[in-house]
């Protein structure tokens, strides 16, 4: 087969143009042309599937996905699902993402180590549906933290969905594992959360040398980070030591703000490709 053509689309091609009717040609993983209703040229072994006007979209990208964050009371309930069964579980939810039109995925988080790599190299290899993923780290948060379920007459073991690192050569080390293990994302918690009211979601809970230190171990790596960032004074850290992707900024100041700003400007300035910041409630 040389190509599939779609035809007779209502075509959404996501740049703000109305949907127009047309015929979209895709050879591997590239669309080779869109024209209108029969005008594509095609070869003889070209696979044609008939729309019948149906429409006709760029796949959807989640930028902030948590494939192994399943339906559940509490997050308690993640690390007493064992890694085989979550495993299964989190292939069934990437077919879910895929079948409601997401292709690509930027893991958030997974819930236990190595579950993400996993299911990015099974999806890449075709064992599996489901979207192309970057597959994050567990998040990496202090004691007391966001995810730390520790309490001191259980010992919950190794299935904990977050790792609580303190100071910076806890979290060098735990960022140096998650890249031996092959993560894209190194996932940081330097804020507190609604989730954690001891710890609220306005205070920031990671020093500058423990954001420092993980962000070291990615560039060194080759990787990216991203920061649950609600606080004024996390978001301000991003900014001072290049953490690559944020979430939520909730509680950023006229600071963190002027900072964000000054930051997209120097990119626009720099270049029109590379970093992209995503921010999300």
Not at 4 to 17: E, H, I, K, Q
Not at 121 to 131: S, T
């Amino acid at each position: 087969m040389s190509g599939l053509l779609f035809r007779d689309a209502r075509v959404l091609n996501g740049s703000g143009r109305e949907p127009f009717a047309g015929d979209v040609l895709v050879r591997g993983n590239r669309i080779a042309e869109i024209g209108e209703p029969g005008k594509v040229t095609i070869e003889g072994n070209t696979e044609i599937i008939d729309c019948a006007g149906a429409t006709l979209m760029p796949g959807l990208v989640e930028p902030h996905a948590h494939l192994s964050f399943l339906d559940a009371a509490t997050p308690h309930a993640f690390s007493a699902l064992p890694p085989e069964e979550h495993l299964l579980a989190t292939l069934k939810h990437a077919r879910l993402y895929l079948d409601q039109g997401f292709t690509s995925c930027f893991s958030a988080a997974a819930t236990k180590p190595r579950l993400d790599v996993v299911v990015r190299d099974a999806i890449a290899a075709g064992d599996f549906a489901g979207p192309r993923l970057l597959a994050a780290s567990l998040q990496l948060t202090v004691t007391g933290g966001v995810g730390d379920l520790r309490e001191r007459h259980l010992d919950p073991g190794e299935a904990m969905y977050t790792r609580p690192c303190d100071g910076p050569l806890e979290f060098r080390k735990a960022a140096r594992e998650a890249c031996r293990d092959g993560i894209d994302i190194l996932k940081i918690v330097p804020s507190g959360d609604t989730s954690t009211p001891t710890m609220p979601s306005a205070q920031a809970l990671m020093t500058d040398d423990e954001v420092a230190a993980v962000c070291d171990i990615a560039r060194r790596h080759g990787r990216r980070v991203a920061a649950h960032a609600r606080s004024a004074e996390s978001v301000k850290q991003w900014l001072r030591h290049g953490v690559e992707v944020i979430y939520h900024a909730t509680y950023a100041d006229a600071e963190a703000r002027d900072m964000l700003e000054e930051q997209e400007r120097s990119h626009l300035r720099r270049t029109s490709v590379g970093r992209h910041l995503y921010a999300s409630s």
